[in-house]
């Protein structure tokens, strides 16, 4: 697609179901990032992939959450065992390459609320 | 380590006057400094970046921003507020390897007509 798509745009769950965010970056695009954005909050770095690596996971908030990109593109960001404290809105973004000062392309974020 | 501390999280003014966006940031390494801007439902979309080149950056949609060095911020400015403008506004700093880029706490501008 000509942006980078994430699905869902809203999910609501009940607190200690697992939840699946998916992010599909910009065709070509090496570098891929995911990022929380809570209520009046800026965003908060979770974590970014070269390719399918993430050399740096220590963003990622609790052992609750986990990503993987498989082929180079898609992303996804699980979460399990729901806490209140999750909701928030995940942002994905891609760039072109990884370790450069490219522009980030944000996708429009999925939000999760967790009840 | 780096961050950025956004001064306001809340600026208001008319249409047609000065924007003034208040970035002060920190860093270990010699920054790479940017800003973005969120549109209600929309995605961040890049305003402008400094990477070591001209201390003065031009943007898009007459922005701007002036590294200072001696004052360690990067305020984002432009003469003349259009309604078009009003959104939330991001700086951000990153890692000396661009792996990371860690954002303020954001400003929402909101422009009166």
């Known amino acids: 697609g000509a942006g980078v798509s994430q699905s869902p745009s809203n999910k609501v769950t009940e607190k200690g179901k697992d939840v699946e965010l998916r992010c599909d970056p910009i065709s070509g695009h090496t570098a891929l990032y995911w990022y929380r954005q809570s209520l009046g909050q800026g965003l908060e770095f979770l974590i970014y992939?070269?390719?399918?690596?993430?050399?740096?996971k220590s963003g990622l908030p609790s052992d609750r959450f986990s990503a993987e990109r498989t082929g180079g593109s898609v992303s996804t960001l699980t979460i399990q065992r729901t806490q209140q404290e999750d909701s928030a809105v995940y942002l994905c973004?891609?760039?072109?390459?990884?370790?450069?000062?490219?522009?980030?392309?944000f996708g429009e974020g999925s939000r999760l609320t967790v009840l | 380590a780096q961050s950025v501390t956004q001064l306001d999280s809340h600026v208001s003014v008319s249409e047609g006057t000065p924007v003034l966006l208040r970035c002060n940031y920190s860093s270990s390494y010699s920054p790479s400094l940017f800003w973005y801007v969120q549109h209600p439902n929309k995605g961040l979309q890049l305003l402008l970046k400094y990477t070591s080149a001209a201390t003065l950056v031009k943007g898009i949609n007459g922005f701007e921003a002036e590294f200072k060095k001696s004052e360690t911020s990067f305020h984002l400015t432009k003469p003349s507020a259009h309604m078009s403008d009003a959104a939330e506004y991001f700086c951000v700093v990153s890692d000396p390897n661009f792996n990371k880029f860690y954002f303020g706490s954001g400003t929402k501008l909101n422009v009166k007509p």
């Open positions: 992939f070269q390719g399918n690596s993430a050399p740096d």
């Open positions: 973004a891609s760039s072109l390459l990884a370790g450069v000062a490219g522009e980030l392309f």
